[in-house]
C-alpha cells in the first residue's frame, strides 16, 4: 500500500498522458541529484519518485508541482547502461537533448552556494534508480527500450559505499 502522497503524484503523472497512450506499470524510483557523482546506497532513501510507464515514454515527479513532471520518451534514448551497487539497481539512459528543470542554488561565490532557485538545462542523461533489478518499472522500462531497439551498454557494477572517515584495514595500508 502506497502512502497518500505517492496517488497524487500518480494523478499529476495521469493528467500528462496523450490521447490513446495508456499507462503500463506504475511503480517508485529515485533520481539522484548528481548523475555523475551518485552512491546508489544513498540515492534509494525517503519517498523517492512515482513513475509511469507507457508504451511511448517514462514519466516521473517527486512532488505535488506539475512543474516538475518529468518526461522521457524511448525513441529519443540512444542508450542505456545497467548499473548495480550491492543489490541496488539503476538505470542510465543517454539520449537526445531534452529541456529538463533543475533545483539550483540561488547564490555562489567561489566554491559557496546557498539559497534554493530553479533553472531549466538542456540535458542529455537521465538516471533512474531502483530498490532492486526486478521491480516492475525497471523490468518495463527495460522492456520498452528492448521493443524499441535502443542498444543496451556494458552492465556496470560501482565499488561498495565507503562511509566517510572509515578507515582502511592495516592490511590494505601495509606497502
Known sequence: MHPEYFQRWMDLLVARLEPGEQVLVRGRAFEPSDALRFDLSRVISGPGCAVAVTE?????VSGDDDRWVRSLRFDLVRSYAELTQAHRYALALDHESIERRRSVPAHQLLWWSWGNAET??????????????????????RSRLQAVGVPAGEP??????????QELPYRVMRA
Open 156 to 165: 556496470r557494477s560501482l565499488p561498495p559505499h565507503r562511509r566517510r572517515g
Open 56 to 60: 511511448r515514454r517514462v514519466l516521473w
Open 120 to 141: 531549466v538545462q538542456v540535458v542529455t542523461s537521465s538516471v533512474l534508480a531502483f530498490s532492486r533489478r526486478d521491480t516492475k518499472a525497471a523490468r518495463a522500462i
